[in-house]
């Protein structure tokens, strides 16, 4: 029989246990983190990265990067080839800081919010103390004229791409004194919609001695719910949807070397207005080669090597630098699977390597594979030559031009990535409804 004091003992304990599980006598809950799947990266930029680890789990990215002197893309010249395990998105962030490095994070209710490691330790305008506060209601675009409005020294340039993700008009309350960054994140927030700034690397004042925002730019930032190789601006239309479009009418498989004119995944043939010619192999290629301009202008030349029809646009041809690296000999060994695998694989059998690397993009399930056998000693070239042989798949290469076409210096910052891209050329095929973009309405 149970004393009264054992009685109240036992009782306590039951109660002390029961604070300490919580959940597991009726407590209430703490929220569960947010999760984050399995995510496979054979070479995408980190950018791309951060905006697949932030929507698989549900949240907003936030994006906060600097404009370079040399004007080149910031955290989006950081490489990442890695796996990330199925987790909690805070490991998965932490996982990229540790590994690949060049940011920062912090994990604010919703919200990703990434400061590049350029604007590590200073501030600039974007960080002072600038605005009244208020209520306000509006979209991204309304916040910035009403930021100028307040600071008329100051000017944010806002980019919007035709048909592209824009944010939604939204009702909140901007604290007094708030930055212009907290304002951001605060309309991110309640619109779920991110974006992606591009500040001046300074602290700018006007003629009054107050911090003015000047020389930045910000652009609404969507999710990204599913792999893509295709970047989040790029033509409907173009010599490279052409090309898709063709092989996928076909069934012809093609390698094609191409260029960046930006720095990005977009090569020269993007920036050129093209449409399948839907005539045989011979003819499409042909008309498709001539830019329109005169014999002495092309968009490609082409020829069949090893029974595979290679194309080389103009702006590859007449550059050697970034292309070398594809003759660079190989290790002998076997191969088998997707086209992302076979980036890594490349990467990982130079026989000497040079620091130059292909960038595979996101390796997910379903993908279409190759089978190849490689001897020692034959080339990127020839490698690729075999795998789109044995595969059908159509590898586009474009190699990523390290002189940056609007500022005329060449990238020498470190831990900016050197090498091509390597996508499938069908990805980027046309859609109905992409004529719009010319005014085309069927």
């Known amino acids: 029989m149970a004393t009264r004091a054992s009685t109240f003992g036992t009782a306590f304990a039951l109660v002390l246990a029961c604070a300490l599980a919580g959940a597991g006598c009726g407590g209430k809950k703490e929220a569960e983190a947010p999760k984050v799947p399995l995510l496979r990266f054979a070479g995408v930029n980190l950018e791309y990265a951060l905006g697949r680890v932030a929507t698989e789990a549900g949240w907003v990215l936030a994006l906060d990067e600097i404009n370079p002197k ?174 898709a479009d063709m092989v996928l009418r076909l069934n012809q498989p093609l390698l094609v070397y191409d260029r960046s004119a930006l720095q990005d995944v977009r090569g020269v043939l993007d920036f050129s207005i093209l449409g399948d010619p839907k005539m045989p192999l011979p003819k499409s290629l042909e008309l498709l080669a001539k830019s329109g301009w005169g014999p002495q202008n092309w968009h490609f030349h082409y020829r069949e090597e090893d029974g595979v029809t290679v194309l080389r646009t103009n702006t590859f041809l007449y550059y050697l630098r970034g292309r070398d690296f594809l003759a660079n000999p190989m290790l002998g060994g076997d191969f088998e699977g997707s086209l992302p695998e076979l980036a890594r694989w490349i990467n990982a059998h130079q026989k000497s390597p040079t620091g130059d690397v292909l960038m595979g993009g996101e390796i997910a399930d379903g993908m279409r594979k190759g089978k190849i056998h490689v001897e020692s000693g034959q080339t990127i070239h020839q490698v690729l030559l075999a795998f789109t042989k044995a595969s059908g798949i159509s590898p586009y290469v474009v190699v990523l031009d390290m002189l940056n076409p609007i500022s005329g210096m060449m990238v020498e910052r470190a831990g900016a990535w050197k090498g091509a891209f390597i996508m499938d050329l069908t990805d980027w095929h046309t859609n109905p409804g992409d004529e719009h973009v010319l005014g085309v309405y069927k």
């Open 70 to 243: 040399d004007l080149s893309p910031d955290l989006g010249l950081k490489r990442v080839d890695l796996d990330i395990p199925a987790g909690t998105l805070d490991d998965a962030m932490r996982r990229l800081r540790d590994q690949v490095g060049g940011f920062q994070y912090s994990l604010e209710d919703g919200i990703v919010y990434v400061r590049s490691d350029s604007l590590a330790g200073q501030k600039t305008s974007l960080d002072e103390p600038l605005l009244k506060g208020g209520k306000f209601h509006g979209d991204l675009g309304d916040l910035i004229l009403s930021i100028m409005r307040e600071h008329p020294s100051s000017f944010i340039r806002l980019t919007r791409v035709q048909d592209g993700f824009a944010g939604g008009a939204v009702d909140i309350e901007i604290p007094k004194d708030a930055s212009v960054r907290t304002a951001l994140v605060t309309y991110a927030r309640a619109a779920k919609a991110g974006w992606v700034i591009r500040r001046s690397n300074e602290l700018i004042h006007d003629e009054q001695g107050r911090p003015a925002v000047v020389g930045t730019g910000i652009q609404p930032l969507g999710p990204r719910p599913a792999p893509t190789s295709l970047p989040d601006i790029y033509t409907k239309l173009s010599g490279t949807s052409a090309l």
